[in-house]
């Protein structure tokens, strides 16, 4: 079965002629490490979610990298402002492992949404999950130490430094590496 249908139905039923639409709209892909999904300036308005892998999204400021998130299996992703407004990305999101992927396009979404109350009421769901991961993480950086941002981290994916390089943890909490270890050491 296809990871992404899987995916939805967490969200909601899908009749059998929905699936059948879906299958016929979702793509596979399989991409190594250092490969991009969306590139800063790129239009990419695929919404994808990772069956195996891993990806960070970063942003550049002044030649240094910004991690802002990272995407780890079974949880749907994309790029907001490509995705829903068409507009150039801000920001880079690459496969930091080897990384099989299943996307769709937003105007097939948007047509199969139209067409069927279930969809909708499923993107509806998913929008309101990235709206709340999207509000806890600015509510993190506004109100909690590095500390307990890295332990947030831990809990929600426990095996982020065996597959997460410790610069890029750093970056993601918004602290020096030399810090993080610190943290570590505790």
């Not at 920001?91 to 139209?114: C, K, V």
């Not at 279930?118 to 309101?128: D, H, Q, S, V, W």
């Not at 095996?159 to 020096?176: E, F, M, N, P, T």
Request: hydrophobic letters at 35%.
């Amino acid at each position: 079965m296809n990871a992404l249908i899987e995916k939805f139905k967490q969200y909601g039923p899908l009749s059998d002629e929905i699936e059948y639409e879906l299958l016929k709209k979702i793509k596979n892909q399989t991409r190594p490490k250092g490969d991009f999904f969306l590139k800063q300036g790129q239009i990419i308005t695929c919404l994808f979610m990772l069956e195996t892998g891993l990806v960070r999204s970063y942003y550049t400021i002044e030649d240094r990298e910004v991690n802002s998130w990272f995407g780890f299996e079974n949880i749907i992703l994309g790029s907001i402002t490509p995705l829903f407004q068409q507009r150039p990305s801000s920001e880079n999101i690459q496969f930091l492992e080897p990384s099989t992927i299943h996307y769709i396009e937003s105007s097939d979404l948007e047509a199969l949404y139209r067409k069927y109350t279930e969809m909708n009421t499923i993107g509806r769901l998913i929008a309101e999950e990235c709206c709340k991961f999207l509000e806890e993480r600015v509510n993190s950086l506004q109100t909690q130490s590095a500390e307990k941002r890295y332990h947030a981290l831990l809990s929600f994916q426990p095996d982020a430094v065996q597959r997460i390089s410790l610069g890029h943890i750093a970056s993601y909490l918004g602290i020096k590496q030399e810090t993080l270890s610190r943290i570590r050491k505790k």
